[in-house]
């Protein structure tokens, strides 16, 4: 499941090398959890549970995310849903970790940290996607706390979550200035599914509604105000385990490709042996060494406390998740029609490679950031 060539790269240490061993033991000791995606929720939840009770949520505090891109590449490596699990309850779960008051940690961590409880980051709205700063859904402040009304859209773990992380405009400032993170339990009256989302690789995704949600004061994750702050961290962070999740899976597309290349006969040879065969085959693999190299450079400059790392996670989640989709489509091609067979392990990994290249942020969005870190040399 993972390089182990890559892995004794120095930007690993010997606790990396360990907890990649241990996750890939136990993906193939857990491969039942999401043999059925017939009902995503269900299976997540599943997923959820076992993970959270064999501690592997434990990686969040304090944050090493050199393991936590190691866990979602193996992860993602044996299953999209096995991947998506980990990676929701981790990025909604990280806002808590560090903006929290001390009660907050109390009440939500523990079922949090064991997968008793579901989390969710309710951020984007279907006219404020790669635009954080424009969000609209309302959060007006009342003598008893605050009162949300409006909406959210496209919310991962949305319609199974206990609790919601959400953004909402509290008009401090205008545009990002204006921004307050709070903590919305699932129960909270006012709070609706207001529908349920089907997408090309079937997994838990809803739109809410806020109808008169009404909110204690203590429900406010970190200020009043720094909502986007907020945002941003955590997107920041967990690009470059996007990346990850890609690296993951273009490996397996790689694998089964090499695989069914060297098992296909053809012209009295096997496939494996066609020159344009092994030049596609030469392609893929210098992609996916990149996009592990990009990625581990990424984790390792976040790790080492660079505060320039944001460049580097979306150098990694850009090249990774571009080149996972080139790999993926190689792959299937070198199948040929039984790639195009549905449910078999390619025609899977072809769809459900597609989101990473949106999920936070755009492939778009990720050259805008780059661009704009980039400094001019002194001549």
Not at 36 to 55: Q, Y
């Amino acid at each position: 499941m993972l390089d182990e060539a890559i892995v004794a790269l120095p930007f690993y240490e010997d606790h990396h090398r360990a907890l990649a061993a241990q996750i890939t033991t136990w993906c193939e000791d857990n491969s039942s959890l999401w043999t059925d995606t017939s009902t995503p929720e269900k299976t997540e939840l599943n997923i959820i549970r076992a993970l959270g009770r064999d501690g592997w949520f434990t990686n969040l505090h304090p944050p090493d995310f050199r393991s936590i891109c190691l866990i979602r590449e193996a992860l993602a490596y044996a299953d999209d849903l096995a991947d998506y699990a980990f990676s929701i309850q981790a990025l909604a779960t990280t806002p808590v970790l560090r903006h929290a008051s001390p009660a907050q940690r109390d009440r939500h961590l523990p079922a949090l940290a064991s997968g008793e409880q579901v989390a969710a980051f309710a951020l984007s709205e279907e006219k404020a996607g790669s635009d954080a700063a424009a969000v609209q859904l309302r959060a007006d402040r009342t003598t008893t706390g605050y009162v949300l009304n409006g909406d959210k859209a496209w919310v991962a773990n949305g319609g199974m979550a206990d609790l919601y992380i959400v953004i909402a405009r509290t008009g401090e400032g205008p545009g990002a200035l204006g921004l307050t993170a709070f903590l919305v339990p699932a129960g909270t009256p006012g709070l609706h599914i207001r529908e349920r989302v089907t997408t090309i690789a079937p997994r838990a995704l809803a739109h809410l509604t806020f109808e008169d949600c009404s909110l204690p004061p203590d429900s406010v994750l970190g200020r009043p105000g720094h909502g986007f702050v907020v945002a941003m961290e955590v997107l920041e962070r967990f690009r470059m385990t996007v990346g990850a999740a890609a690296v993951g899976f273009a490996r397996r597309a790689m694998h089964t490709a090499l695989i069914h290349t060297a098992a296909r006969p053809i012209y009295d040879d096997r496939l494996i042996n066609l020159p344009t065969v092994r030049a596609t085959l030469a392609d893929m693999e210098v992609k996916l060494n990149a996009s592990a190299l990009l990625v581990a450079r990424a984790a390792w400059e976040l790790d080492q406390g660079n505060r320039r790392f944001a460049k580097h996670s979306s150098i990694a989640k850009l090249h990774a998740t571009e080149a996972a989709q080139e790999i993926i489509d190689a792959a299937l091609q070198l199948h040929g029609a039984a790639g195009l067979v549905a449910d078999t392990p390619t025609e899977r990994l072809y769809r459900q490679i597609r989101s990473l290249r949106i999920y936070e942020g755009t492939s778009e969005i990720q050259k805008t950031l780059i661009a704009r870190s980039l400094t001019i040399p002194r001549t």
